[in-house]
């Protein structure tokens, strides 16, 4: 009966094994997340899984994706061997905790020597916790407002010199033209 009233809860117990549980959940979830908050990270993360066609991992930053695109980005790999960022341009966007970001890379083939220059646009949000997100439901309005911003004087420059580039490799090797039809008509279909 003495041992009985003696009796103390072990809190100390109790407290470490919540912590250490509550670290764990943690963990996983962050694990399991891919949380940027970086947009030039954001942009690298994408083009190293759109280059392996690796549709799971875009998924969790890419919002909007539709089938043709999940698609493209499945036969990616047979034809692209790698993008190469050469410059990115971040831009606010038109509300709190977005951007624009113009990049402009190089492509590498798999069948072709030549680098192919190449500028894309990428519409980046953030959800409620900061985690920065591809958003490919652009509206007419946010439309409207990256087309404006392309007559900006640096990205006006940084299209030029990728249209030069294109036209000259155009130009200069018939083989381009020949690869380049070739993995369009391949990718669309």
Known sequence: MKNIANFKRPAFWIALVAIVACIAIGVCFVISRTFVSDPDDL??????????????KIERIYKGLDDDHINKIKKIPDYIEEFKIVETY???????????????????LKEYEKLIPSIDTFYICSD????????????????????????????????????????ELFESDEEFGYWISNIRRALSD
């Open 43 to 56: 942009i690298q993360i994408y083009y190293n899984n759109y280059a392996s066609g690796n549709v799971e």
């Open 128 to 167: 409620r916790f900061g985690k920065l997100y591809i958003n490919g439901e652009v509206t007419d309005e946010v439309d409207k407002y990256i087309k404006e911003m392309t007559y900006q004087s640096d990205l006006n420059d940084l299209n030029n010199k990728a249209a030069k580039e294109y036209n």
């Open 90 to 108: 971040t831009k606010p966007g038109p509300y709190e905790g977005t951007y624009v970001v113009f990049v402009y890379n190089k492509v590498k």
